[in-house]
């Protein structure tokens, strides 16, 4: 799987949109992106997926770039409860499984 | 929204003691998995599991784990004998099989905190 480098941590204020960036300068053509998270003390939970188009859905909107050499993930309106560590995560799709590789993530901290 | 239960929520344990964490996937799921995350450091894999087997385990799952799916819906790790060094956050995820292969979407249990004291 492809490597990703995150920045370790951000702030964002209330109500505002949270941009969090992950490269993947390795990744391959048959590689996802997929983003999770993991608010404090719970199991990590699946935001979003993405292969070369940009993506939407309740939680949030992944932009990947053209080259699909890196990603941004937006939450449009961050509030307190978004408060947690992001993982940006490379992986292909072959077979029926793939086990998460998780690195050190984003912590990102919603400011009221 | 169907969810991953996991049962207890804390487990102590004294070291050389036989512990079982369970879990209950997704009912139609059909890919099982077991993570750690020791305190402070990152969540890691464990082993994988479809179709009654061990589809890919880590260095961490040695002869002192084993998993097992007695049932149609329990899913189970147990640690035969316990080390200090197994205290972490064990959870356990489930994800869908066919005809959604194409991607992978995980869910996870809230965790079983387990103290080897």
């Known amino acids: 799987?492809?490597?990703?480098?995150?920045?370790t941590s951000m702030d964002c204020a209330e109500g505002r949109a949270a941009n969090l960036p992950c490269n993947h300068s390795t990744i391959s053509g048959n590689e996802y992106v997929y983003w999770y998270r993991q608010i404090h003390s719970q199991g990590p939970q699946y935001i979003i997926h993405g292969l070369k188009n940009n993506e939407t859905n309740e939680m949030a909107s992944l932009i990947i770039t053209e080259d699909r050499k890196s990603s941004t993930l937006i939450l449009p309106h961050a509030t307190l409860r978004d408060t947690?560590?992001?993982?940006?995560?490379?992986?292909?799709?072959?077979?029926?499984?793939?086990?998460?590789?998780?690195?050190?993530?984003?912590?990102?901290?919603v400011i009221p | 929204e169907p969810e991953v239960t996991q049962t207890p929520s804390h487990q102590v344990t004294q070291m050389g003691q036989e512990v079982i964490l369970r879990c209950v996937p997704i009912s139609n799921h059909l890919y099982f998995y077991w993570y750690r995350q020791i305190l402070g450091q990152k969540v890691e894999f464990l082993v994988s599991f479809y179709n009654n087997e061990i589809s890919e385990k880590s260095e961490i799952f040695d002869d002192q784990f084993s998993v097992e799916r007695p049932d149609g819906s329990n899913f189970t790790l147990k640690i035969r004998s316990t080390k200090l060094e197994d205290s972490a956050m064990y959870f356990c995820a489930s994800s869908s099989g066919p005809p959604v292969v194409s991607y992978n979407e995980q869910f996870f249990g809230p965790g079983t905190r387990l103290t080897v004291l």
């Not at chain 1, 799987?1 to 920045?7: L, S, V």
């Open chain 1, 84 to 109: 947690a560590v992001y993982y940006c995560i490379v992986s292909s799709a072959s077979g029926g499984y793939q086990k998460v590789t998780f690195g050190i993530g984003t912590k990102l901290q």
């Open chain 1, 1 to 7: 799987d492809a490597k990703t480098t995150q920045p």
